[in-house]
Structures are given as C-alpha cells and as structure tokens.
T-cell receptor, first 113, second 111 residues
Framework: NAGVTQTPKFQVLKTGQSMTLQCAQD?????MSWYRQDPGMGLRLIHYSVGAGITDQGEVPNGYNVSRSTTEDFPLRLLSAAPSQTSVYFC????????????FGPGTRLTVL | GQQVMQIPQYQHVQEGEDFTTYCNSSTTLSNIQWYKQRPGGHPVFLIQ?????EVKKQKRLTFQFGEAKKNSSLHITATQTTDVGTYFC???????????FGQGTRLTINP
C-alpha cells in the first residue's frame, strides 16, 4: 500500500496563476481532507469530503476548490494564487476522523510570488 | 472562536529532561488524538484517548485524558533526540461535527 500520496512536492507560482494539487489514497477511506500549515498556526482545515460526490468547507476554504469524483482521489484547486496561499499543504484520509487515525500525505510546499 | 488551546507553543530541553504538553478545551470532547510531526515531515498518529480519566503509555510517552474530558496531556520521560518535533492534539467536539487541531508544541532538545 502506498498510503496517501501527494504531488507535486514543491511548487512555485506567480500571483494569479492557477494549479491543482493532487492527492490519492489506496486505503479505501471515505473521508479525505486538505489542511494548510503555516508557522505558529498549526494545521487548518481547508475542505473535506465524506465520500465520492460529497465535499464541504472547512475553516479556511476561500480561494480553493475541491471535487471528489472517486473514493481514491481528492484534488485541491487554487483558482487564482495569492501570496497569502504560500504554505505547506497536507492531504489526509481516514475511515472516520476523530474516531480513527488520520493518515497524512508527505505534503506540498507551495510558494506564491 | 478558539476550540482548543495547546500549551506551551515551544519547549527547549536538555536531553534526558522530561517534557509535557497540554491541550485544553472549553467544551466536552468525544475523544482526543495525539500526533507527532518530525521537522520537514508530516503528522503521524500516536494515540487516541476515549474514556474519562484514561491513561495510556507508549514506552517513555504517557498520555492522559482529564476526568471531565476537557483536557489532555502528553508527557515524555527522559527525552531523547529522536523526540524532536511538533506534537499536536486533535479533537472531535462532542455533539458536533467539528474537528480541530491544536496549535502544536514544538520540542527541541539540546544533546
């Protein structure tokens, strides 16, 4: 099992550009989520999904879109990148977060110039 | 508003000293999880506490859940350089579909 995979590992964007961060899991987890991590801010939930076709907003959803067409994949789209979106992004999956452990991907380090 | 407060934010110790981080919530928790993130790495699950007053041990790590299920602690006895990292609590607030990470405690160790 590969667990949770994320691509790319690093990305540099210019302000206004768009891109998609990829996330995939092979553990058949229904729940998947995206977090961003900034110094001193911990991990903040961007969007999450409780199953294919179902997504919802987390604490900091503005500027991001998600979709969940399959159980395995949960891409995160930045619509028009801003310097405030410079961060480390983690994808996670779980059977039931809070009741079961979350498995995290290795992260994507994004810089927006 | 702030759902969980984790303290301290930073802790620097000499190798061999003990370390403790605390998570405090203003509301009753269903359970609490602890994660560790090594520098440059991703969070990794350590343990889950469910019962009021529960105490669990993993080698030199001791985890406690308060009697009122509003606070928890992680204690490391005789720290080693492999303990370096940031420790996060993760909570699911009872009766609500709200999942929150604490701000984390970053542990550094002087060998």
């Amino acid at each position: 099992n590969a667990g949770v995979t994320q691509t790319p590992k690093f990305q540099v964007l210019k302000t206004g550009q768009s891109m998609t961060l990829q996330c995939a899991q092979d553990m058949n987890h229904e729940y998947m989520s995206w977090y961003r991590q900034d110094p001193g801010m911990g991990l903040r939930l961007i969007h999450y999904s409780v199953g294919a076709g179902i997504t919802d907003q987390g604490e900091v959803p503005n500027g991001y879109n998600v979709s969940r067409s399959t159980t395995e994949d949960f891409p995160l789209r930045l619509l028009s990148a801003a310097p405030s979106q410079t961060s480390v992004y983690f994808c996670a999956s779980s059977y039931s977060p809070g009741y079961n452990e979350q498995f995290f991907g290795p992260g994507t380090r994004l810089t927006v110039l | 508003g702030q759902q969980v407060m984790q303290i301290p934010q930073y802790q620097h110790v000499q190798e061999g000293e003990d370390f403790t981080t605390y998570c405090n919530s203003s509301t009753t928790l269903s359970n609490i999880q602890w994660y560790k993130q090594r520098p440059g790495g991703h969070p990794v699950f350590l343990i889950q506490l469910v019962k009021s007053g529960e105490v669990k041990k993993q080698k030199r790590l001791t985890f406690q859940f308060g009697e009122a299920k509003k606070n928890s602690s992680l204690h490391i006895t005789a720290t080693q350089t492999t303990d370096v990292g940031t420790y996060f609590c993760f909570i699911r607030i009872q009766g609500a579909q709200k999942l929150v990470f604490g701000q984390g405690t970053r542990l550094t160790i002087n060998p």
